[in-house]
């Protein structure tokens, strides 16, 4: 039987398109591995192409469809099928004419253009081509498809590979012909030459815009809250981006706002109460002053997100209203005060986080109203008192974090039945009491961090192998490392560090931890010995400290570790010379083997490119190697109490973000090294009890040392005025207290820096340099002349020694404007004159030595004098 023409002419067609269909199969590999950062699972990938046969009606086929009458192919849906390679420019897919849906999202063209024929799908209503890799600029071609409503171009934000470039003539005839367009999603696609302000001329039946990370620049008319339809919008990560927020006539549509990363005015108005549909409001733009309490009245809201701004004052306690919220997160903000109790209404929470939000008090007992809670961070506020016990009635809690208070007295044991907890943070408190024996028993737990209290007695045996990551330091931790540490098969991070521990520690019991990267020993009373007939490896080794652990050799299951990044055996009895096979670790960045009896010659090979070498205190000898390579990265080189000779390497010129040079205690012959100069980030500069000699004095005009803040030149054969054009270069000596805050400590990847210095008369080395720390050391060399007025302007200085030289002239009255000082040392030099009355204004000064002078007159009286 004869089919009527155009029913002959239908099945000739799906014939043809079956035919482009699987000629654009070809095209592509699938590839099940991790595509755009986006775990595919890899039984899925391909199977919407996999059930393209030939003889089988293409209509039947996954991922197509076609329209009932026509029998034509009208949508096309591939989207995470994994398929990878290059879009073929002219592929057969463009002969669908039909197409009125094509989803191609997260897949992987490789970089491909999008191709102008994009324009030939003249029917086409959705095309969500998001996360697919493409790169280059939007053909403008994309603009002549009329009947386009929904329109997905974003690219995945966590994939640093190019981006696609929408220019502003291909926006702009995109916005003028689009006139149906609804939704229009365009995160992470390169607009940083789009004036905002055609977003306006958008459809007024838009409801979806996003934004993200778009790099839009100026300011974007706030007008768009108040299109009539629009539902979604997001805004967030354009950081050079302003819109104000209206103080009334917002669009009742809205349901979902994101504004982050960017400038949306000072305050949050109180119109943001007239958002009744609203059910996800997430802004973290530095939002100041009060939050508003009309908040409370947005009913709808399941999801309200305010991290990162600045609101002060309490919590309103209108968010109780809010009781379909299901996360809540004020984090990272100036609120003062308690959690109002009231927050015990908002029965369906699953996520609360109030972390670094300078919240004060005790844990209200009405938060154990909240039973639903499976997320719950209070960490870094100013909380006291101790956990009470109704925080066990939280049974579906899997991540329970409360570091960085004030939390004291002991764990209750009510958290023993916190069954599903995954994570446990309670770092940073003033727990006291004994480590409770069941917090190892807890079935799911993975995350057990107790550092930094108080806590005593001994680890209980180890009962369940769920644990990845242990942070039992700092605290007060007695007795041996149990046996049963062998069974944490699964541990990846383990922190013993600074307790008590004692007694034998054989290093086999660390032979079942297979997954182990960072293991901490250090500064215990531990004897840690390799046992010589063990041979294992823990092959994923990436950070070790054995600090103060008794060893005498290199720990031998180290060697074999792949991707070795930190290594810190100070304080210990090793001898004899470094091991060759640290040459072969060429992810080493930290490399800490000071305080040791390490012998022979710094060799060469050490890796290229290490952040820190400190070999500090042990009896290397030789020239200091001279093969520091261009790019070297090294930011603190520590070979302090050595017996290290010849002159200083210029290759350390190379080493161009330096911060730390110590080369102190040795029998270096050199001048002064004027071509540390060029180094931008030295800090710290100590050339102490060495043989360097020679004038001091800067070689060139321009600025030099401008963030040098420890100078120790000490004890050397130094001459000739005091270094005048240098001194006037220390801006970092004169505003560091420019910032308050909390101090901190110079470290890399959280290694602390150390540094011998003279304190007050005696040597002391610090365990860490704080980053407001100053001094200047220059005793026991033979400088001459004047102390030169500029001195004076070095406000931040806490240490000044210039004694045992030849100075000559007055003590400058300038010097009492370094109302910071602690300790002023010029004995033993040549001033006359008396002592400048401007030396009272030190309030600060514990020590004053001026003795062996030829000073005359009284001595100032008042404060310390």
Excluded at 17 to 30: G, H, N, P
Excluded at 222 to 250: A, Q, V, Y
Excluded at 527 to 533: A, D, E, G, P, W
Aim: glycine letters at 6%; proline letters at 6%.
């Amino acid at each position: 039987m004869l089919l009527p023409s155009h029913q002959h002419n239908s099945a000739l067609m799906r014939i043809e398109e079956a035919a482009a269909l699987l000629q654009f199969k070809t095209s592509f590999s699938i590839n099940n591995s991790t595509i755009n950062n986006t775990v595919y699972n890899p039984y899925l990938c391909g199977t919407k192409t996999e059930s393209w046969k030939e003889g089988i009606d293409c209509c039947s086929w996954d991922g197509v469809s076609c329209d009932n009458v026509t029998g034509h192919v009208i949508a096309l849906d591939l989207s995470f099928d994994c398929l990878s390679g290059t879009f073929p420019s002219n592929s057969t897919l463009f002969l669908l004419k039909n197409l009125e849906s094509l989803n191609l999202a997260y897949n992987d063209f490789r970089l491909s253009k999008i191709p102008p024929k994009i324009s030939q799908f003249i029917r086409l209503k959705h095309l969500d081509i998001s996360s697919s890799r493409f790169s280059s600029q939007v053909p403008a071609e994309i603009a002549h498809l009329p009947k386009l409503v929904s329109l997905y171009l974003s690219n995945n934000l966590y994939d640093d590979s190019p981006k696609l470039i929408l220019e502003t003539t291909t926006f702009r005839n995109l916005v003028h012909n689009l006139s149906e367009v609804r939704e229009l999603e365009l995160s992470g696609v390169n607009m940083t030459s789009v004036n905002p302000r055609f977003f306006m001329n958008l459809s007024s039946s838009l409801t979806t815009l996003d934004l993200i990370e778009s790099g839009l620049r100026g300011n974007f008319p706030n007008s768009i809250f108040r299109f009539p339809n629009l539902k979604k919008f997001s805004l967030g990560g354009n950081e050079n981006l302003t819109i104000d927020l209206p103080s009334s006539n917002w669009s009742n549509p809205l349901q979902d706002l994101g504004l982050s990363v960017m400038d949306c005015g000072r305050r949050l108005p109180e119109s943001i109460g007239e958002l009744k549909s609203l059910q996800s409001l997430s802004l973290s733009c530095n939002l100041e002053g009060s939050l508003p309490a009309s908040i409370g009245n947005l009913s709808q809201l399941t999801d309200l997100s305010l991290p990162f701004n600045n609101f002060n004052g309490q919590i309103p306690t209108s968010l109780a209203n809010l009781t379909q919220l299901t996360s809540l997160d004020l984090s990272r903000n100036q609120f003062s005060g308690p959690i109002p109790a009231s927050i015990g209404n908002l029965r369906q929470l699953t996520i609360l986080d109030l972390s670094s939000s300078n919240l004060s008090g005790q844990i209200p007992p009405s938060l154990a109203n909240l039973t639903q809670l499976t997320f719950l961070d209070l960490s870094n506020n100013q909380f006291s008192g101790s956990i009470p016990d109704s925080i066990g009635n939280l049974r579906q809690l899997a991540l329970l974090a409360l570091s960085y208070n004030n939390f004291s007295g002991q764990i209750p044991p009510s958290l023993a039945n916190l069954t599903q907890l995954s994570s446990l943070y309670l770092s940073n408190n003033q727990f006291s009491s004994m480590l409770p024996p069941w917090i190892f028993t807890l079935p799911l737990l993975e995350s057990l961090y107790l550092n930094h209290n108080q806590f005593q007695g001994q680890i209980n045996q180890f009962q369940q192998n769920s644990l990845i990551g242990l942070d039992l330091s700092n605290n007060k931790l007695q007795g041996s490392i149990p046996n049963s540490i062998a069974i944490l098969v699964n541990l990846s991070y383990l922190d013993l560090s600074s307790n008590h521990f004692s007694d034998l520690v054989e290093a086999d019991i660390f032979s079942a931890l297979q997954n182990l990267e960072t293991i901490f020993l250090s500064d215990n009373n531990l004897s840690l010995r390799m046992n010589v007939n063990a041979n294992f490896t823990l092959p994923k080794l990436t950070h070790v400290s054995f600090s103060s652990c008794n060893l005498s050799e290199f720990p031998n299951f180290i060697r074999h570790s792949n991707g070795l990044q930190s290594l810190v055996l100070s304080k210990n009895s090793i001898h004899g010379n470094i091991p060759q096979w640290l040459c072969e670790k060429d992810d080493l960045q930290i490399l800490d083997l000071s305080h040791n009896n390490l012998i022979g010659k710094i060799p060469n090979c050490l890796p290229k490119f290490l952040s820190v070498l400190n070999l500090q205190v042990n009896y290397f000898d030789g020239n200091i190697p001279f093969g520091f390579p261009e790019g070297c990265g090294l930011q603190n080189l520590n070979l302090h109490g050595n017996q290290m000779d010849g002159p200083l390497p210029r290759s350390l010129v190379n080493c161009s973000t330096l911060e730390v040079l110590d080369v102190g205690n040795n029998n270096i012959e050199d001048t002064f090294p004027h071509w540390l100069e060029s180094l931008p980030d030295l800090q710290v500069l100590v050339l102490r009890s060495n043989k360097f000699h020679g004038s001091v004095q800067s070689t060139k005009e321009s600025p030099s040392f401008l963030r040098l803040r420890v100078l120790d030149l000490s004890n050397n054969d130094f001459l000739g005025p005091l270094p005048v054009r240098y001194i006037k270069n220390f801006k970092a000596m004169m505003d560091l207290y420019r910032d308050e805050g909390s101090p901190e400590y110079m470290n890399v990847n959280s290694y602390q820096y150390s540094l011998v210095v003279t304190w007050k008369g005696f040597d002391y080395e610090l365990q860490g340099i704080l980053t407001v720390f100053s001094s200047i050391h220059l005793s026991n060399n033979m400088f001459e002349g004047e102390i030169p007025d500029v001195i004076g302007k070095l406000s931040s200085l806490k240490g000044l020694n210039l004694s045992h030289n030849n100075l000559t002239g007055h003590i400058p009255p300038s010097l009492g404007n370094l109302t910071n000082l602690e300790w002023l040392d010029l004995s033993s030099n040549e001033l006359a004159g008396k002592i400048p009355d401007q030396l009272v204004s030190l309030t600060q000064l514990s020590v004053l030595n001026l003795s062996n002078n030829h000073l005359a007159g009284r001595i100032p009286q008042g404060s310390q004098f």
